[in-house]
């Protein structure tokens, strides 16, 4: 009965099919045919997810200081490389300022012989004060000068010794000011340099919200820019597939826009999950394609399993729109089966219904080959 109902529907199908159907040869010459076994075989189980495309470095610029707008040197798909000046601000205080610094670090340098003619007159008047009370003393001890005489070279050395003493503060506090202005015309510098705002790192620009003349206030986003190769599809999954995904896993990604599927891996799951629709975000890291964006739509096959189901290879397999069908050969006949076809892999096809273990299909199917067609089997 089952195989009386396979023919009529298979005779049904090829009546209905737009091209030319096939002549039975059931009485000619047997047809050389290679036949498989239809087996049962571990089929990895798979979970997909989709989701969007998203570059892994973003650099959102915004000015760091209040200003208007001078020039803007990019547009929205420029590519851009490090340290490229893009937007430059009118920065006349900036200027200012800078300026005024310099003149005082200049100012602070400028007295540095002066300071030094200081110390050196004041360290040769300390030495003399010095040999002269050492005579002095001598002197003095000998009952050869008077008292006053003594008191007045140990009060020269003393007023030698504090000019000296006086000197040298002014050397360390002119050092000081040296200092504080090398940091005041520094954070001038800095100040001058927020200014321009330079790439910081190659590019493309993805967003822009500036024109010349526009106000540019601190914080505010002026430029989006998402670094080249770096990108990773990122895809909510199911909070019940958690235990199953890990860091560092094989993902299959296919993505429609390119016609590519490609081999990834896991590189971040994000273990907080999404209140609202109770998945949690798995961020796959993709290699280098070109013509790669962010925003494009991608596919995410997860291996979470295996199980044991039918398959034939895909040659075996006839379709006709969603008409699926191969041919079993019993007895030396071969047989047109309806089947349903599930997943393709490898050049394989997952059976669903229509054949059962260890019947031979043929592969791949001759051209003359009909329901009922008598076929010789070949190695």
């Not at 059931?26 to 047809?31: E, F, L, S, V």
């Not at 239809?38 to 798979?46: M, S």
């Amino acid at each position: 009965m089952k195989g009386s109902l396979a023919v009529f529907l298979a005779t049904l199908w090829l009546a209905g099919c737009s091209e030319s159907p096939r002549k039975v040869e059931a009485n000619g010459t047997p047809i050389p045919v290679k036949t498989v076994t239809v087996t049962a075989e571990p089929w990895p189980e798979e979970y997909e997810a989709t989701g969007t495309v998203r570059a892994r470095t973003v650099a959102v610029l915004s000015s760091k200081v209040m200003g208007y707008v001078h020039e803007v040197h990019t547009n929205i798909g420029d590519h851009v490389t490090a340290g490229q000046l893009l937007v430059v601000l009118d920065a006349a205080d900036l200027e200012a300022n800078y300026r005024r610094a310099s003149a005082g670090r200049e100012e602070a340098h400028s007295a540095i012989p002066e300071v030094e003619n200081g110390v050196a007159a004041a360290k040769a008047n300390l030495e003399l004060a010095r040999a002269t009370f050492k005579r002095m003393s001598e002197l003095f001890a000998s009952k050869s000068i008077s008292n006053q005489e003594y008191d007045e070279s140990a009060a020269r050395l003393k007023a030698a010794e504090a000019a000296y003493a006086m000197a040298e503060s002014k050397r360390v506090q002119l050092t000081s000011k040296i200092a504080q202005t090398d940091q005041e015309l520094s954070a001038a510098g800095i100040q001058r340099s927020y200014a321009q705002l330079r790439a910081p790192f190659a590019g493309t620009v993805i967003a822009k919200s500036v024109e010349p003349g526009n106000l540019a206030t601190p914080g505010a986003p002026l430029l989006t820019i998402e670094r080249e190769g770096a990108y990773r599809l990122e895809v909510p999954v199911e909070e019940s597939r958690l235990a199953l995904i890990r860091t560092g896993s094989k993902v299959t990604v296919t993505l429609d826009a390119l016609g590519r599927t490609i081999e990834a891996a896991i590189g971040e799951v994000t273990p907080s999950v999404d209140a609202a629709s109770r998945a949690y975000l798995v961020k796959i890291d993709l290699p280098a394609i070109p013509q790669l964006r962010s925003g494009l739509f991608g596919r995410a096959r997860f291996v979470v399993g295996s199980q044991p189901v039918l398959w034939v290879p895909a040659s075996a397999v006839m379709e006709s729109g969603q008409v699926q069908s191969v041919f079993v050969v019993e007895n030396g006949t071969a047989h047109l089966r309806l089947v349903t076809i599930g997943r393709k892999s490898a050049g394989r096809a997952e059976v669903l219904s229509g054949l059962n273990e260890r019947e031979q299909v043929t592969t791949p199917i001759p051209v003359r080959l009909t329901d009922g067609t008598k076929v010789e089997l070949r190695p």
